[in-house]
C-alpha cells in the first residue's frame, strides 16, 4: 500500500548503505563467512532510491538484483568493505551500516590451498580482529555523516543495543532480536526497535520491504531534527 505513492522528496540526500556477509578468507579456496543474506540493506536501498535519494549500496556477496538508481560498489572481505566505505562515507549526508561484517578474519591468508597433514586430527586458525566501519565512520571528526548502526542480540536487546550506540558514538541504532525464530537473518521479514539517545521506537514485524520504507521515513526524521 504504501507504494501506491511516493514522493521524490530525498532527492538532494546522498545515503551510503553497506548490506550483506563480508568473506574472510583462508587461502585460495576457502573462506569463513555468515547467514546474512543482504535483504535488509538492499531494501532500504530501494526505499531510499524510490524517494529520490542518491544512494550508494556498499555489498557483500550476495545473490541479489541491484535496486533501480542506485549506485552499487562490490566488496568481499571487511578490510574491503572498511576502505570502500571510508571512501564514500565523507560525500554522503547519512550512513547506514546493515552489513552483518566478520568480527576477525584469519591472521594470514595462506597463497597455496593449505593441505591436510598425516597425522593431525586437528588444526589450529589464528584470528584477527577486523576494523569496525561503522565505528570508524562515526569517529569521523570533518564531514561526518549522520551514522545509523544496528545490532543483531539475542537477549539484553536494549541494554546492548544502547551499548552500541554510545561506545561507536552512533545517531541511531535498529536493534534486531535474532533469537525470535524467522526474524532477521536470510528471512523475508523482521522486526526492529529503533533507539537514539533521547528516545526509541518500535517497528513491529513486516515484510523487510515495508521495513526498508519505514526505517527510511526514521532515519530521515531524525536527520532533519538533528540538522536544526
Ligand atoms: N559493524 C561494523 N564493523 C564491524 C563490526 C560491526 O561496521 N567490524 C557494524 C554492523 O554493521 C552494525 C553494528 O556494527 O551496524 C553492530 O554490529 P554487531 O555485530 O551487532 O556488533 P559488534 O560491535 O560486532 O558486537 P558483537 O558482535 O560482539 O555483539
Ligand atoms: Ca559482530
Redesign the pocket.
Known amino acids: 500500500a504504501e507504494d501506491f505513492f511516493q514522493p521524490a522528496d530525498l532527492s538532494n540526500i546522498k545515503i551510503a548503505i553497506?548490506a550483506g556477509p563480508t568473506r574472510e578468507s583462508i587461502d585460495p579456496v576457502r573462506y569463513l563467512t555468515n547467514h546474512s543474506s543482504g535483504k535488509m540493506g538492499y531494501a532500504i536501498a530501494e526505499a531510499a532510491a524510490k524517494r529520490g535519494a542518491h544512494v550508494t549500496l556498499i555489498s557483500g556477496p550476495v545473490n541479489l538484483a541491484t535496486p533501480a538508481n542506485v549506485e552499487r560498489v562490490d566488496t568481499d572481505s571487511?578490510e574491503q568493505m572498511h576502505q570502500a566505505a571510508m571512501d564514500a562515507a565523507t560525500n554522503h549526508d547519512i550512513f547506514i551500516?546493515?552489513?552483518?561484517?566478520a568480527?576477525f578474519r584469519p591472521a594470514e591468508i595462506a597463497t597455496q590451498k593449505m593441505k591436510k597433514k598425516s597425522g593431525e586430527d586437528e588444526m589450529v586458525l589464528r584470528l584477527v580482529k577486523?576494523?569496525?566501519?561503522?565505528?570508524s565512520v562515526a569517529g569521523l571528526t570533518e564531514q561526518r555523516p549522520f551514522t545509523v548502526?544496528?545490532?543483531?542480540e539475542t537477549q539484553d536487546v536494549e541494554q546492548?543495543a544502547r551499548g552500541?550506540l554510545s561506545r561507536?558514538n552512533l545517531d541511531l541504532i535498529c536493534a534486531n532480536d535474532v533469537s525470535q525464530q524467522g526474524l532477521g537473518f536470510n528471512s523475508d521479514s523482521n522486526a526492529l526497535h529503533l533507539y537514539w539517545p533521547e528516545g526509541d521506537k518500535a517497528l513491529p514485524l513486516a515484510s523487510k520491504h515495508e521495513l526498508g520504507q519505514q526505517l527510511i521515513s526514521e532515519i530521515i526524521d531524525q536527520f532533519k531534527a538533528k540538522q536544526h
Open positions: 553497506t571487511a551500516s546493515c552489513a552483518a561484517v568480527d577486523n576494523p569496525d566501519i561503522v565505528a548502526g544496528f545490532a543483531a546492548y552500541k561507536k
